[in-house]
């Protein structure tokens, strides 16, 4: 619904050069909604979208895309980058100590088992630390963690002081040859100060080298404020996005993200240790969008430069051109959606060749079917070697007549187009 309220707004910038400002503005309009859907923090989006109007605004629309395709590849990209580009991993030193800090609930012990099991699959080996000095309970269940994951626990005693823990941790990790001590810290309900301090103190006590902030992908605006806390308060040097299997959009990692300035180094996606995986901006991208096929975007523009080839003349276009051809159309998205987006295509397609993806899949057999010379030249195909074809791609021959024959007249009507411009198939269903 938002997709299709999205694509309106932007199908009215179709057709024109260069983006201008009121072109931009129902966009804008529109994307800031799907923010806010998405529970991005007001503020986060007010700034977002002012760097994507800036990007934009006078952004000349390349020839080979719409003017609706640069707006949305520019938020797109805008999303992927703030979100932190490509994926990242904390750097694994000879020895390594991590803190995982954040709110009770938000998924800390989870997550020091599931990073246990992850880096204990990589050969490393983990020691986990129950640091709450508060809550048996909550030791207790990091010890139950430990024993799923095979992966010793050391717990802290009831008010055990850091400088004491600090000391326990370094004769357990050294007798035992551990190399990355996972540290799961104590939780409160909401941002508390003695929380805080607490947490403070035990960082000053023990330098970890990493403070791994623990969000949960649910709390959406409120991210916000324990992402701020936590920064300000202990300092933190990546995130955690938790519960990414529920239906959260993920805005709080948009939020966090901007506010903590650290990258975002795994996703939580289930309950289970196995359940942590490498967190992917491009794909939060998209799924804070709420638009699936926006993720096609940098495709189309890698298709782009495909297309930025010498275009052949349309006498010396070969059947394998064509499915070459099709095939690009096709990785651009779906073949109707595509041939519904551009004016008029839907006519200049000469008639027999079927516009779905199963009809695509049957010439594309035809062609795979067919000797390299065949598909060069199919004036020799005969009768015997369309029976052959047809056998070998599942067909007909009469669909492989249909579909010579329309090949044959899209030649033609090519070497009409070609006095205007010459720049393929591809030229052929543009603007
Ligand atoms: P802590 O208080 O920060 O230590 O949070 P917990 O690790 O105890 O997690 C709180 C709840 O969230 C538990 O029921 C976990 O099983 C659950 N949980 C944690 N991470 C995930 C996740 O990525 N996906 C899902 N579905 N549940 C999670
Ligand atoms: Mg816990």
Redesign the pocket.
Known sequence: KLAAKLQEAIDRLRGRGRIGEEDLKSALREIRRALIDADVNVEVIRSFVEGVRERALGQKVLESFTPAEVVLATVYEALKEALGGEPRQPLLKERNLWFLV??????????AAKLALHYKAKGRRPLLVAADTQRPA?RE?LRLLGEKVGVPVLEVMDGESPASIRRRVEERARAEVRDLVLV?TA?RLQVDEPLMAELARLKAAMSPDEVLL?L?AMTGQEALAVARAFEEKVGVTGLVL?????DARGGAALSARQVVGKPIYFA????RPE?LEPFYPDRLAGRILGMGDVATLAERVKAAGLEAEAPKAAKELTLEDFLRQMQQLKRLGSFSEILGMIPGAGKALPKGVEVDERAFRRLEAIVLSMTPEERKDPRILNGSRRKRIARGSGTTVQEINRFIKAFEETKALMRSLEKRRSRGLMGMFRR
């Not at 954040?102 to 997550?111: C, E, H, M, P, Y």
């Not at 938790?242 to 529920?246: E, I, R, V």
């Not at 939580?268 to 309950?271: K, N």
């Open positions: 954040g709110l009770q609930g938000s998924g800390k012990t989870t997550t909550a269940q799961d939780g623990v949960d938790t519960k990414l299997d529920g939580g996606v289930s309950e359940g």
